[in-house]
């Protein structure tokens, strides 16, 4: 008997020291992550993406062991709400949803209420009343995903907004940066393409800039949005003195979805202008990143030799990816309720 009794004691207090591990750690990354959503990198303190970052890289060595399930979201339900078409963003948040054992569903927006003349506020406030967990959301106006966050009860995380914001990628981008070259303060990163069009290079500048790199944006002077500048960037129009000595070179594809008129001569000029080959990256350091945030335009923005380089990270891109998410659905599962 009192074998036994020492035996529910030993459990007692390794249950309870396990409960406290629990509520210190959630209490930290409440620190880490004091938000109910994440709609903008804007909205980010540095010490807030570099403790992203550090649960994206614990999700990354996760991912690649042969088991890879957490129970961080088991009973929770996330709902992805994509308005644009995505192939990477969708399935990676699908992937990260699931390895943390949420319930997650995919919702078909063409084939919904929204074909048939459904409202933004509607379609949110439908899916309010399934009570959902979290709302992953993409949409092709500006302001949305805000718009849609102040009408639901649950966390949401925006998935790329127009030409605004795509948060995700940037802190992917980031984490896959910070892991080939060991830090991103300092660095030199030079993101090159359609600057006037792109969610990714918006975020990017920000969430670059936060962590102390020098960046740099290079785009003919039509795919170039009014004073530039501003973006907290520096500008070029030449590819060769934009990636110049640069540590990373990020492309950026043309998106002819968000065009009205014509931006370039023909995607034949555009890409011997400021098409990535061998030639172009030679003008960057010896050991420079090679990244683009797909779906890739082979032989419009970049040579096929230059994506298969063993320079590239792409695939990498993609892979962090699914940690990035994985960081993001845990940080903003602590602010979730725990009762009704």
């Known amino acids: 008997m009192v074998q036994v009794r020492n035996l529910l004691l030993s459990y007692t207090k390794i249950r309870l020291i396990d409960l406290l591990l629990m509520a210190q750690l959630k209490k930290c ?91 933004l506020i509607d379609t949110a406030m439908t899916l309010n009343a399934m009570r959902p967990d979290i709302l992953i959301v993409r949409h092709h106006a500006a302001g949305a995903v805000e718009l849609l966050a102040q009408k639901v009860d649950c966390s949401v995380v925006n998935a790329g907004d127009g030409s605004h914001q795509h948060p995700t990628q940037a802190l992917l981008d980031a984490l896959t940066i910070r892991r080939n070259k060991g830090r991103v303060e300092g660095l030199t990163v030079a993101i090159c393409g359609d600057i006037l069009h792109s969610r990714v290079a918006r975020s990017n500048i920000m969430l670059l800039n936060a962590l102390g790199a020098r960046v740099r944006i290079v785009a003919p002077s039509t795919l170039l949005p009014p004073c530039p500048e501003r973006l907290g960037a520096e500008v070029f129009t030449s590819m060769d003195e934009g990636i110049k000595d640069a540590d990373v070179v990020m492309m950026l594809r043309l998106q002819r979805e968000r065009m009205s008129g014509s931006f370039v001569p023909s995607t034949r000029e555009y890409f011997h202008y400021f098409g990535l080959d061998q030639e172009k990256l030679d003008f960057a350091k010896p050991d420079a990143l090679v990244m683009h945030p797909g779906p890739m335009n082979r032989g419009v923005e970049i040579a096929s030799s230059m994506a298969e380089n063993s320079r590239s990270v792409i695939q990498e891109q993609v892979e962090m990816g699914v940690a990035v998410r994985m960081a993001v659905l845990e940080a903003l599962s602590h602010h979730l309720p725990d009762e009704v």
């Open 29 to 119: 990354s409440e620190l880490i992550y004091p938000h109910r959503h994440l709609l903008s990198i804007e909205d980010l303190a540095q010490v807030e993406i570099t403790g992203l970052l550090d649960l994206a890289d614990r999700a990354a060595e996760t991912n690649r062991e042969i088991s890879k399930k957490r129970d961080t979201l088991r009973g929770r339900t996330v709902i992805n709400l994509f308005f644009e078409p995505s192939t990477r963003t969708q399935s990676s948040f699908e992937l990260a949803g699931k390895r943390l054992s949420a319930d997650v569903m995919n919702m078909a927006v063409k084939s919904s209420s929204v074909s048939k003349g459904e409202t």
